[in-house]
């Protein structure tokens, strides 16, 4: 049987060494220890280069005690790099839920240590041990595959869906769900919306033209189309100054009709043209009420003729008063929010052009939920309603 290795503690190293120097003969003095002359010399070696740093014990690294500051700041420096690139590789997987993170530390097992990776990434390293042995609890399965599908989904809407609208497409594959867990699997999943914005007012009523009573007063829901239309301006800054939005919407499907994007606020480039589209996409109905604002592009002569010709009923909100023309003003929060402030930078005039077009026409008018239809699009509101007036 292999007799046992003795071990010596510290003390016991160091006091060998330092009496070692004062003898004449070092195999004497090794003797007299009861240890080799070779075990003696390499403990000589090691204390004249680590100094009361040579014998910590196992785990301890050797540091002399005049580089201690330093080892400790280039152990902090790799611990750092270390961090970094666990972090970095696993990127990809941080918004995917515990699975994808178990999955990837299981995966670079041999690049990482397991308790770094698990300290890193905010992973209980029993729970990870649990499950890399035993799988993943059933309950579990089932919430990783919900956040998949909320993340699927909220990409799918090009990150313009909230909550309510996520549970309805949810609903619509046969989940139930409370808004609170939808909100907690977002969060988790940092899956959030960008806040809504203040815009600036592009109305001007300082003018002396006939200004028209509010006659809408606030009655948005309507039975048939072509009823009531209303209408309202903003502006969209590019690159190279203001692009100016004008857009006229049917209240009774949501749907913009016609729209205008130009470069100047003329009646003839923002409310005349926005009506041009309007009248090829609708037919105008006697007695259809025309809602806006008391801007001069709508109070103008040009345009009330136009209206006139078409025995419109004009309508007006309230001075100050933006509530009266709300369902406009949603329409542009929706449009800055999902488009505009997403972008990291100023684009030129001809890109923005061609991204309004693509929201309005593609996302607006034909994918996008309205809260106003019961959660449907308005294709989907249209098929199952009689239409009661011709396009």
């Not at 120097?21 to 403990?43: N, Y």
């Not at 923002?270 to 592009?297: C, P, Y």
Request: proline fraction near 2%; include cysteine; glycine fraction near 4%.
């Amino acid at each position: 049987m292999t007799e046992k290795r003795k071990k010596y503690d510290c003390i016991f190293k160091i006091d060998a060494v330092k009496l070692s120097f004062e003898r004449s003969s070092l195999k004497e003095f090794a003797d007299e220890l009861g240890i080799s002359p070779c075990l003696l010399t390499s403990w000589r070696k090691t204390y004249q280069r680590f100094g009361a740093g040579s014998f910590l014990g196992s785990g301890y690294a050797r540091v002399h005690p005049e580089d201690i500051f330093t080892y400790g700041l280039e152990k902090k420096a790799k611990e750092s790099a270390l961090r970094y690139e666990i972090l970095k590789n696993a990127s990809p997987h941080l918004c995917s839920g515990k699975l994808a993170l178990y999955q990837f530390i299981k995966s670079n097992e041999k690049k990482y240590p397991i308790a770094k990776m698990c300290k890193v990434l905010n992973v209980c390293n029993g729970t990870y041990i649990t499950w890399k042995y035993k799988g993943i609890p059933k309950k579990q399965q089932q919430i990783a595959l919900l956040k998949e599908n909320i993340a699927a989904i909220f990409l799918h809407y090009k990150k313009y869906y909230g909550r309510a609208k996520i549970i309805k497409e949810l609903s619509a594959q046969g989940y139930t769900i409370s808004p609170r867990m939808v909100n907690t699997y977002m969060k988790q999943l940092g899956l959030r919306k960008i806040a809504k914005r203040k815009f600036k007012v592009t109305t001007d009523s300082k003018h002396t033209h006939y200004i028209s009573p509010n006659v809408l007063n606030r009655a948005f829901t309507v039975n048939s189309p072509s009823k009531i239309w209303v209408s309202d301006i903003t502006y969209i800054q590019t690159k190279k100054g203001f692009l100016y939005l004008t857009i006229i919407m049917d209240l009774y499907d949501r749907k913009i009709i016609g729209w205008s994007l130009g470069t100047r606020l003329s009646t003839l480039r923002t409310t005349l043209a926005a009506w041009e589209m309007a009248i090829v996409n609708r037919t105008v109905s006697k007695g259809l009420i025309f809602h806006s604002d008391r801007g001069v592009q709508y109070a103008n002569k040009a345009f009330t003729s136009k209206l006139n010709s078409y025995q419109c009923i004009r309508s007006m909100s309230r001075k100050g008063n933006s509530i009266d023309n709300a369902v406009c003003e949603s329409f542009f929060n929706s449009l800055k929010r999902e488009l505009i402030y997403r972008k990291s930078e100023l684009i030129n005039q001809k890109l923005m052009r061609g991204e309004i077009f693509e929201f309005i026409e593609n996302w607006y008018n034909k994918n996008r939920m309205h809260s106003a239809l019961n959660y449907k699009t308005i294709e989907q509101f249209n098929t199952n309603r009689d239409m009661k007036s011709p396009w």
